[in-house]
């Protein structure tokens, strides 16, 4: 039998969905944290509270998860470039949580992964996180905690949250700014299939890279896929599609897109009918080349910042360009003003998407000091069922932490090159905490793209470069929490 698509099998899988049922925070649960609050002098620039409580995302369909302040997605956090902030986290519930500023260089007591060191945010307890926000863009925030097999913890609920931060001098040629968070919810579990991968531009693979995939496939324990994750619901900032406020708009208008992908392991795809998206920021760094795209193409944990010239009157769908997934909720409605009806959806032509195409037409890329090769690979359902994953032959040991010494040491100041080798059939969008990354090599091609998160493809190869410019512990690991939790991560150390 053909082995149905990633996409195809849980189509069929979701109506096995996992309830994230627990109760809403209790008044007790209130009281005993604002009498926490009266340990400081002066009150915090923000209070986020994590709780259980309940997201409306269609009327008579509510869910229960864990949110920041009651509700999904967390507040927009608008914060100022260079200007100290002060925030309050309370974790009003029964587990320790790790609250990761995705995006941000800040020390490690404050960057939220128990993995370099951040202390935790005790169960019923508060921490006062102070720190200088940066660099400017848009960022956000995230739960950091293990998952594994537990899809109501993590990234699999709804602690998710966008963080503006503004530059000294805000520049851009836009009317006004929407944020969107692309989220999926009632999660699953079941056997994989194939991840769909055709939107990346360049589908060539490494004849080497794959000979190492079939080889362990071929060694592999189990003749079964490991387990995926599907999900039953889907969302655009909390609510399914036609079930939101619509995004009002005037012709002419200039809207500018801040789009999060907050999924826990999906790629995400967006795109408005009869309109482009000129894409001027990824990952809230500024793009050194404007293209106008038909459609977006968003990786776990990646941001697009687009503007959209509103010139195109009706009532449209902004949608994922899945049937099946905006059909479940993945998309809002856009409506011109003065104008009435359905709205409308009309599926784009294909599309594929390309990091290139931002960069600069002539890169100008400086030598590293050093360049470190790094293999991913998989072992086929090697965990109770579930893939295990390896950087260069280590996969990353959650139960004794203590016992993972750093996967590569770092001089401070110095520019470092990855070589990202991806023996697996999988795309990985790689993160680097605390750092920016420059992607300086795409499928063999030089480009210069300043990010936080890039998606290597199965069986292809990425380089990217950083310098070395946070002493003490970094994480590196795909941001597919899936993948994460059962080993792939690694450490580096600056010293």
Same mark, same amino acid.
């Given at each position: 039998?053909?082995?149905?698509?990633?996409?195809?099998?849980?189509?069929?899988?979701?109506?096995?969905?996992?309830?994230?049922?627990?109760?809403?925070?209790?008044?007790?649960?209130?009281?005993?944290?604002?009498?926490?609050?009266?340990?400081?002098?002066?009150?915090?620039?923000?209070?986020?509270?994590?709780?259980?409580?309940?997201?409306?995302?269609?009327?008579?369909?509510?869910?229960?998860?864990?949110?920041?302040?009651?509700?999904?997605?967390?507040?927009?956090?608008?914060?100022?470039?260079?200007?100290?902030?002060?925030?309050?986290?309370?974790?009003?519930?029964?587990?320790?949580?790790?609250?990761?500023?995705?995006?941000?260089?800040?020390?490690?007591?404050?960057?939220?992964?128990?993995?370099?060191?951040?202390?935790?945010?005790?169960?019923?307890?508060?921490?006062?996180?102070?720190?200088?926000?940066?660099?400017?863009?848009?960022?956000?925030?995230?739960?950091?905690?293990?998952?594994?097999?537990?899809?109501?913890?993590?990234?699999?609920?709804?602690?998710?949250?966008?963080?503006?931060?503004?530059?000294?001098?805000?520049?851009?040629?836009?009317?006004?700014?929407?944020?969107?968070?692309?989220?999926?919810?009632?999660?699953?579990?079941?056997?994989?299939?194939?991840?769909?991968?055709?939107?990346?531009?360049?589908?060539?693979?490494?004849?080497?890279?794959?000979?190492?995939?079939?080889?362990?496939?071929?060694?592999?324990?189990?003749?079964?896929?490991?387990?995926?994750?599907?999900?039953?619901?889907?969302?655009?900032?909390?609510?399914?599609?036609? +079930? $939101?406020? =619509?995004?009002? @708009?005037? /012709?002419?208008?200039?809207?500018?897109?801040?789009?999060?992908? *907050?999924?826990? &392991?999906?790629?995400?795809?967006?795109?408005?009918?009869?309109?482009?998206?000129?894409?001027?920021?990824?990952?809230?760094?500024?793009?050194?080349?404007?293209?106008?795209?038909?459609?977006?193409?968003?990786?776990?944990?990646?941001?697009?910042?687009?503007?959209?010239?509103?010139?195109?009157?009706?009532?449209?769908?902004?949608?994922?360009?899945?049937?099946?997934?905006?059909?479940?909720?993945?998309?809002?409605?856009?409506?011109?003003?003065?104008? +009435? $009806?359905? =709205?409308?959806? @009309?599926? /784009?032509?294909?599309?594929?998407?390309?990091?290139?195409?931002? *960069?600069?037409? &002539?890169?100008?890329?400086?030598?590293?000091?050093?360049?470190?090769?790094?293999?991913?690979?998989?072992?086929?359902?090697?965990?109770?069922?579930?893939?295990?994953?390896?950087?260069?032959?280590?996969?990353?040991?959650?139960?004794?932490?203590?016992?993972?010494?750093?996967?590569?040491?770092?001089?401070?100041?110095?520019?470092?090159?990855?070589?990202?080798?991806?023996?697996?059939?999988?795309?990985?969008?790689?993160?680097?905490?605390?750092?920016?990354?420059?992607?300086?090599?795409?499928?063999?091609?030089?480009?210069?793209?300043?990010?936080?998160?890039?998606?290597?493809?199965?069986?292809?190869?990425?380089?990217?470069?950083?310098?070395?410019?946070?002493?003490?512990?970094?994480?590196?690991?795909?941001?597919?929490?899936?993948?994460?939790?059962?080993?792939?991560?690694?450490?580096?150390?600056?010293?």
């Amino acid at each position: 039998m053909k082995d149905l698509s990633r996409r195809q099998f849980f189509n069929i899988a979701a109506a096995t969905g996992l309830s994230l049922a627990a109760p809403r925070l209790s008044g007790a649960m209130r009281t005993y944290s604002a009498e926490i609050t009266s340990r400081y002098e002066l009150p915090a620039d923000y209070t986020l509270h994590i709780s259980h409580g309940l997201v409306e995302v269609a009327p008579n369909r509510i869910l229960s998860t864990v949110t920041y302040n009651d509700q999904f997605p967390g507040p927009l956090l608008r914060l100022k470039e260079g200007r100290s902030v002060q925030i309050d986290v309370f974790n009003d519930t029964d587990s320790p949580e790790q609250l990761h500023w995705h995006g941000q260089q800040v020390p490690i007591e404050i960057d939220g992964s128990a993995e370099e060191g951040t202390p935790f945010i005790p169960a019923h307890g508060v921490r006062r996180l102070e720190f200088t926000p940066g660099p400017a863009g848009f960022r956000f925030y995230h739960s950091h905690s293990v998952a594994r097999a537990n899809l109501g913890s993590g990234q699999y609920g709804g602690l998710v949250g966008p963080v503006y931060i503004e530059p000294n001098q805000e520049k851009g040629d836009f009317d006004r700014e929407v944020f969107l968070t692309l989220k999926e919810f009632l999660p699953s579990l079941a056997r994989g299939g194939d991840m769909p991968m055709d939107f990346l531009v360049d589908r060539s693979e490494s004849a080497d890279l794959r000979r190492i995939g079939d080889r362990n496939d071929k060694a592999a324990k189990s003749t079964v896929k490991g387990f995926e994750v599907g999900y039953e619901v889907f969302t655009i900032n909390g609510k399914m599609l036609g +079930h $939101g406020l =619509p995004i009002k @708009v005037r /012709p002419g208008e200039r809207v500018l897109f801040h789009v999060l992908n *907050g999924s826990a &392991t999906e790629i995400r795809s967006l795109a408005l009918p009869g309109h482009m998206f000129e894409v001027v920021s990824l990952d809230g760094n500024p793009v050194a080349t404007h293209v106008k795209v038909p459609v977006l193409w968003i990786g776990t944990g990646e941001r697009v910042s687009a503007i959209v010239e509103m010139n195109h009157p009706g009532i449209w769908i902004l949608g994922d360009t899945s049937d099946d997934d905006r059909t479940r909720g993945m998309g809002i409605v856009i409506e011109y003003s003065g104008k +009435h $009806g359905k =709205p409308v959806w @009309v599926k /784009p032509p294909p599309f594929h998407w390309n990091y290139l195409s931002f *960069g600069p037409q &002539t890169p100008r890329i400086k030598e590293p000091d050093h360049i470190f090769t790094l293999l991913f690979e998989k072992q086929q359902a090697a965990e109770a069922g579930f893939n295990r994953w390896t950087i260069n032959g280590q996969s990353f040991e959650k139960g004794d932490m203590s016992a993972m010494k750093p996967l590569l040491q770092l001089d401070y100041g110095k520019r470092y090159r990855l070589r990202m080798r991806n023996a697996s059939d999988d795309i990985h969008p790689m993160h680097l905490h605390r750092h920016m990354f420059e992607v300086t090599r795409f499928n063999g091609k030089p480009t210069s793209l300043l990010k936080d998160v890039v998606m290597v493809g199965g069986f292809q190869e990425v380089e990217v470069d950083f310098v070395a410019n946070q002493l003490g512990l970094s994480l590196f690991h795909c941001h597919m929490q899936l993948h994460m939790d059962f080993g792939f991560m690694a450490l580096f150390e600056c010293g």
